[in-house]
């Protein structure tokens, strides 16, 4: 595909959405209900939907909206790989922090200035899953 000057890739269309779902996995489902059925509403997955061996909460909305799903792999082991929410304002990742500390998540670092114009907390679920919420602007 040509690049344009700015650096982006053209392509032929638009989207409105840039990711659908998550599937995460984790070595057993029980030991991370409390974290999960806190922390999801908090990021704006607040309609919890019945999923037989899944915890799954989804976005709200009038069409067919983001998710966010757990389910149990007891082989699972937490790799290097980071999953990151983004926030309207540096309020936000404060609060969302408030509650990553609270439900006891490991390796608490921030909320902090990562760099000019954002701002991030970084955590890991009870089993060692990592999570970024941020809220970064144009500098």
């Known amino acids: 595909m040509p690049k344009h000057k700015t650096g982006h890739v053209k392509s032929g269309s638009q989207m409105k959405r840039h990711f659908d779902h998550v599937d995460l996995r984790v070595p057993k489902l029980a030991d991370v209900v409390a974290f999960y059925e806190t922390l999801l509403p908090a990021l704006g997955f607040s309609r919890r939907v ?31 790989n980071r999953i990151a929410f ?21 390796n608490i670092e921030g909320p902090m200035d990562y760099e000019a114009g954002y701002y991030a907390v970084f955590f ?6 990592r999570f970024e919420v941020c809220h970064r602007q144009r500098t």
């Open 50 to 80: 019945a999923v037989e061996g899944w915890l799954q909460f989804e976005a709200t909305g009038d069409t067919a909206a983001e998710f966010f799903g757990v389910t149990e792999s007891p082989a699972h082991v937490p790799n290097e």
């Open 124 to 129: 890991e679920d009870p089993c060692g899953n």
């Open 86 to 106: 983004w926030t309207e304002s540096t309020a936000d990742v404060d609060r969302i922090a408030k509650f990553a500390a609270q439900l006891v998540a490991r």
